[in-house]
């Protein structure tokens, strides 16, 4: 993991096939159907590689931009 950079979706996707993979045979992989849970939507689809894009060029030095990265990869929910 040291080589892969922080705040970056391609580093979570390896999170989530390490954590996931023996589980879901869709672990690590970007999500190609939409989502909701409860009342609220997860990006839809058609966006969700350019939502990714902008979240990987947000700032993250202050925890104030962390929280706020955080919260947009939360709302892309790409797995």
């Known amino acids: 993991m040291d080589d892969k950079a922080a705040g970056t979706y391609a580093t979570l996707a390896v999170i989530h ?3 996931f993979k023996e ?3 869709f672990a690590d992989q970007i999500r190609t159907v939409n989502l909701a849970k409860g009342n609220v939507r997860f990006a839809p689809v058609m966006y969700l590689a350019a939502s990714l894009e902008n979240i ?3 700032p993250q030095q202050t925890f ?3 929280v706020e990265k955080y ?3 939360n709302i892309a ?3």
């Open 64 to 66: 104030e931009q962390i």
């Open 23 to 25: 589980i879901y045979d």
């Open 56 to 58: 990987d060029r947000m």
């Open 77 to 79: 929910h790409p797995f």
């Open 17 to 19: 096939g390490f954590l």
């Open 71 to 73: 919260l947009e990869l």
